[in-house]
């Protein structure tokens, strides 16, 4: 069924796989009259539909004479399954915009139609606040963000703005305003059906003089320098709380509203602060960054099957001299790296699963856990495993209870296991004080009116909401909610009343997946990661439609969002990192030094010392690069990798075609470059 895999790889693919073949043992029998299909046609077909719109689709076959057959379809299809689903009858749901392919199966051989679902209206406008006055002659240009009704950001919205006291300040079309005489003037922002509004206040010229400071500085591409401009009157007294507007010329440089510069070329650069009609300009010079290391082999760990053949790695977890990974298939292994340019085999667990992927332990080592999807039974979920002897591992107990149509990733603290639910889209709390008997003591999930779930030959999966990783840390839960972005709670920290068994939201930032990457791809938030007051947070994007069991490329792009949550309620995006030639998956921090599994862009090690703003690849910020593909690889000289752990001094990365490499950082290979720390034991739990 070939066909049907490749078709169905939108229902099949959950994140960043997918499930793999339909066995035969689940395909219903054939009847002489599906045997006769010669062709399908699929009614409506080449429509337009509203976002939360539902169609029924039909689907008419015939024999090779144009004869009706009465013979139904065995599977329909929407995909990418984030954007639209389909039941068992044909009736379609659409929950985002973009090109949706629906589809019907008959005798092994799939039909399809396209689907354009628009784009929506905005729903409401942000207007970025202003706090300081304006000086009469001074500009400042007024920035809004509309949103849809979900909260997705919208840059194709075109925003008109209008004063309504053109006598105080005016403001052109696109925002920017120039203040003419002492008053307040307020500005309207409209977006097609909506409008928000903001008030500025303008004050007469008594600025005499300004500065900057510093008014010369140097730095490295990638550093962050903060100018500050002050203002004095005709005696030399402080003005205060007067609006700057800061201008840059050099190479290619960045200077913020709230006078923060960053470049990412060397050169010399002008940075110039204005009070209305005053200005002075301070100079700064860049060099280059030089943060590369090399990068030496230790080891490799070629995942085989038991036939000696390729067999492709999935997740991995380091832990004092231990190493547990993960396949796509139904294993998973641990190894002795205490001699890491030897690691020794000690034992296997085989479960009832088409992928084991998330695979972890207790700090102490006593207790492991893994995730499962695509049982022969259709009951997935969780395995616990005494881990406390490693050359003997045991399973202890497998809760399936609440989880029965998969679970994706799992993250424990303390003796919680949080987890993903592929079939609801929410998160479950399992409580595994008494290993033997885990029971499940709390679920949060985002609420939407369309949400579906779909049976699919693998199982139920949910359309409309998916929760694919999540990160927990000092009382936090950092959740990678795919297409509703990053949600943030309180599983203990305290802000919001939370503990394990009750989650309370604080906070939800949305990314417009559709407008980064456009159509024909699987594209949400994946991952997270906290490291001091910044969250790392990664896009996975991936083809609407690919079949995971091939030994073709599968091409892979995404950013990783850099958000700074000192202020937890309100985070905010502050910086990127995006690998060109590949994308990002999972990624771990330490010693200011970001290590990510990049897919088709390897291994990378990215240093991220410092205040961080704007783009880090193109800021030269990265150490190394280390090409994964292997000649005898699942796909040959093609490096696909999930992952990048530090520990021991030394790297794993994790490759779906190449397995595990052990690497480890050498020395820079600038005269006189720095970088972060060298590594250091870790000690703190995967994302």
Known sequence: ???????????????????????????????????????????????????????????????????????????????????????????????????????????????????????????????????????????????????????????????????????????????????????????????????????????????????????????????????????????????????????????????????????????????????????????????????????????HIATKDADGKPLQSAEEWVIGNLLFYSTISDRAYVYDISDAAHPKLLDSMKADARLINDISTTPDIKVGVFTREGASNRQNGIVFFDSSDPAHLKTLSEYTETVSGGVHSAF???????????????????????????????????????????????????????????????????????????????????????????????????????ELYGNGWLAGTHSAFRYKDYLFVGDEVLPAEFKIDSTDRVAARGICHVMDISDIEHPREVAQYEVPEGGVHNFWVVDDILYAGAYGGAGRAVDISGELRGNLYAQGREIARFWTGDPAGYRPNLPFSWGAQPANGLIFVNDINSGIWIVKLGKPLFKGSTTAPPLQELVEPKP
Do not use: C
């Open 412 to 514: 424990i603290n303390s003796h919680y296991a949080y987890i993903t639910d592929d079939a609801t889209g929410s998160l479950r709390v399992i409580d595994f004080k008494d290993p033997v008997h885990p029971k499940e003591v709390a679920r949060w999930q985002t609420e939407h009116a369309d949400v579906a779930i779909i049976d699919t030959p693998t199982g139920p999966v949910t359309s409309g909401r998916y929760l694919h990783d999540l990160y927990v840390k000092d009382g936090l839960a950092y959740l990678a909610y795919w297409r509703d972005g990053l949600v943030i709670l309180d599983v203990g920290n305290g802000m919001k009343g939370g503990s394990p068994e009750h989650p309370q939201l604080v906070s939800q930032y949305k990314f417009n997946h559709y």
């Open 1 to 299: 069924m070939a066909g049907v895999r490749n078709f169905a790889a939108a229902i099949l693919a959950i994140g960043a796989f997918a499930m793999g073949p339909i066995s035969r043992a689940q395909e219903p029998a054939k009847s002489p009259e599906e045997e006769k299909v010669a062709s399908v046609t699929i009614t409506p077909a080449g429509i337009e539909v509203q976002v939360g719109q539902k169609v029924q689709f039909t689907a008419v076959p015939k024999d090779a004479a144009g004869n009706v057959l009465t013979v139904k379809p065995s599977l329909w299809s929407a995909s990418p399954f984030d954007v639209a689903d389909a039941d068992s009858s044909g009736l379609v749901r659409f929950h985002k915009p973009g090109e949706v392919v629906v589809g019907a199966i008959f005798n092994d051989k799939p039909w399809f139609v396209h689907v354009i679902v628009k784009i929506p209206s905005a729903a409401s406008v942000e207007i970025a606040p202003i706090r300081q006055s304006l000086v009469v002659g001074g500009t400042t240009l007024l920035t809004a963000t509309p949103r849809s009704a979900d909260g997705d950001p919208r840059s194709d919205v075109p925003v008109h703005w209008k004063s309504s006291a053109p006598a105080i300040a005016i403001v052109d079309d696109a925002g920017l305003v120039t203040a003419v005489a002492p008053g307040s003037a307020t500005f309207e922002a409209a977006a097609g059906p909506v409008s928000a509004e903001i008030t500025l206040r303008v004050v007469a010229d008594t600025v005499q003089k300004i500065n900057i400071e510093p008014a010369t500085a140097s730095a490295k591409t990638g550093d962050v320098v903060h100018f500050a401009a002050s203002a004095q009157n005709a005696k030399d007294a402080a003005i205060r709380d007067l609006l700057t507007t800061w201008t840059v010329e050099g190479p290619r440089g960045t200077i913020y509203p709230d006078g923060a510069f960053v470049a990412e070329e060397p050169g010399t650069y002008l940075v110039k602060a204005a009070k209305g009609r005053h200005t002075a300009v301070a100079s700064i010079h860049i060099t280059p960054r030089n943060a590369e290391r090399s990068i030496e082999v230790v080891s």
